[in-house]
């Protein structure tokens, strides 16, 4: 006997983007165990299996929108879900966290994120994932979700109770927790306010930029690039694309040098080693772009960078902006980055220090380029110059490593032509 699961009642949304599915063809799934996490405008929600049985055919994927009463799977029904509650061991358990919680003395909570108590957790890969980005147990997390469960917004909650808990546990060895937090003003008394959401891709980023604010050591190095003769041959290219349906904008020369200084300098492209005494060195450059979209920045990422010429650089940064701006990016078009790059050219500014996207070492910002008079040594002449921010995480390079890469992008930028190497 097969059995239909469709999108129950979700309130008032329509079309809302399936973030992740959560089971496989072959799971054996027990009766309100997650199948889907769906993302609306508000919020994140788990979709539970409205009966138990064995994964046979899955309808949806990632990306695609679904209302009420749309199929997401179909079932082969299990005479008894007698195996399923298995997985329901840990929501049993659940008081267990009780116990870690109680015993925070000993000075290693760190090896607890990756052992088998968070494996133990009752909460959905997503939310594993998520946890493991903030590094934060799941053992001492209290789940409001069915039975249990742990959701996004419990680990948001422990964060926050983390943080504000840290003074009095005068932890300042603890990765900046200790730091004594801002304290509460009612505004209200000064003239009428409001209060108003945070879009959920702020929510998320938020702890992410403040732990590596916290964790990392960061230094912004500045310096400008003569792109007057690169900026001449772009506007070229880019006048031949809109023919062709696409554009060719700065971003896409400064990725293609981007690459090539990542090559000669290979520190700034790798990551810290967890034990914190080696680099680890990547063979690969995928990059990231901060994208402006009406919910906050999203980065998406460029694969394989290295291995693109301009117009399908060009062509990736289009697409990926456009799906950036429309809410249908996938996970796997935002992981990866070995190195990002936050231009705010459109917008204005001379420079800026942009936060190190943790585990990246650094991240280059751009701002608005000018003409400016520069000596050629006989003479200024007007040249077209781009500013250049790099923030980079002092651990792992030093001052004179990140002038050396920022004077290898500059020429890069200078000469065209060394970009076709």
Known sequence: MTIDVKVPDIGDFDNVPVVTVLVS?????????PIVELESDKATMEVPSSAAGKVVEIKVAEGDNVSEGALILVL?????????????????AAPAPAAPAAAPAPAAPAPAVTDAGFGKAHASPSVRAFARQLEID?????????????????ITAFLKSSTAAAPAAAGAAQGGMGIPPIPAVDFSKFGAIEDVEMPRIKKISGPALHRSWLNIPHVTHNDEADITDLDKYRKEMDTMAKEDGYRVTLLSFVIKACVSALKQHWEVNSSIHPDGDKLIKKSYYNIGFAADTPNGLMVPVIKDADKKGLVEISKDLMELSGKAREGTLKGPEMQGATFTISSLGGIGGTSFTPIVNAPEVAILGLTRSKMAPVWNGEEFVPRLMQPLSLSYDHRAIDGALAARFTVTLKNLLADMRKLMW
Do not use: M, T, W
């Open 25 to 33: 063809v072959g799971d054996v799934i027990a009766e309100e165990d």
């Open 76 to 92: 082969e029904g299990q005479g008894g879900a007698a195996e399923a509650p298995i997985e329901e061991a840990p929501a049993a």
């Open 138 to 154: 799941l053992a001492k997390v209290n789940g409001s979700g069915r039975k249990g469960r742990i959701l996004r917004e419990d």
